[in-house]
């Protein structure tokens, strides 16, 4: 190995902004079929200054400070906006990034560990971006003009609920319209921001704001709706936009080398947690307990037990059961992103839902919801498999999707995998 790839370095660096390059060829770190990390050539295909890690597709900044916290005198405003929120949010804007790169036979390797980790990133960034364009259809246009901003081992505190900054997670944080890889320090699998399935997770979020949320900062179902005592609504929104974010990072894994993997988490995350949110698992299925939970609990108290996730894990195992069972999986991946924002008439997405709704949340429900997708999906053994799901395990009255003028077939009347509980 030789270090011929800093006189390339100081050529980025001198340069007045970067300049697009032909596909770079790197070394990252990418699952095996033996369920380990190996390191493996990839090649960044979007990467236009490859020593600050900066493309098309996201720009890494290190060093930054975010910092949320109620008592916050920045946030006390009357007439804040939602860009001045975030402003008052950013302590720290940061820098770029610095990776160090060794080359060998045109092949770019990282020189230390967290080169290794930018680089994996990044790619992980770049394989999200496919997909969404690819099997979720939506066209290179809509992701914008600008990179996605990732703040990487960023110091993000969200004070109300701990003065210490986040550790061993990565996120999408809607108000800055950011993401976040935060130092690690307890997890001691492998790290977030290499894991494929937990980064197309993330970045499924971002997807989903865009396009349910119009790319809000402060997305009025979760400000206006959740501000209330029961948010039947605003509970049920963030349930869908975890179990989407589950299915599409599935997805994602369905893209790779190793092949469709539902326990994506498996390789970061403990047994339980990964198992709790096995797509593979049939028998996940809404119980009463959980069901008057969304329907009469506040948005903290449903969030603050997790049961976000709960539900979304339900929604995630029906989708995949339905797509799986059919061999249609992309088709219905398909369906699904389109059924965020459709302004076709008589066809509401889920952002026209929500407008249609308005103030009264209670009609943003399981029911208005399952007939959402189910009416974006045009294949009939497709359409039927999705009906039975999601009526057997979201516990919906086939009475509420079947019949004349609904949106489900005849043949459709749910499945017996689960018990039904009272209306």
Known sequence: MHRSAIAAALLLLTACEPVPQDPV??????????????????????????????????????????????????????????????????????????ANWIEQDGVLWPADFHTWNLATTYYNFEKAREYFNTVGNIPQADFGKDPATVYYFADFTLKDSNPEPIKDNALWFAPTQSFMVVPFDELQKAPLAINSGVMAHEYSHMIFNLKVYGSRRLPPPITEWGAVGTSPGANLIKALDEGLADYHGYGVTCKSATGCDPRFLRTSFEDKLSNDRDLSKSDRCMDLGLRNSLQNSGLGTFSGQGLEYKLGSILASALYQAGESTGQ????????????????????????????????????????????????????????????????????PAADLVGPGLPCPAAAQGGNTCTRINP
């Open 25 to 98: 060829r790197v070394r990252a770190l990418v699952l095996s079929g033996n369920g380990s990390y190996v390191t493996q050539e990839v090649t960044l295909n979007t990467i236009t200054d490859i020593i600050h890690m900066e493309g098309s597709v996201a720009k890494l900044i290190g060093g930054a400070r975010i910092v949320l916290d109620s008592a916050d005198p920045e946030l006390q405003v009357p007439t804040l906006t939602e860009e001045g929120f975030a402003n008052a949010l950013i302590k720290s804007d940061g820098r770029p990034v610095t």
């Open 329 to 396: 999986r992309e088709v219905l991946m398909r369906a699904i992103v389109s059924a965020y924002s459709d302004e076709t008439a008589n066809n509401p997405g889920l952002k026209q839902l929500i407008s249609l709704v308005g103030s009264n949340q209670t009609d943003f429900n399981l029911t208005s919801v399952s007939a959402v997708f189910i009416k974006h999906v045009t294949d009939v053994p497709l359409k039927t498999a999705l009906c039975n799901e999601l009526i057997d395990h979201l516990q919906v």
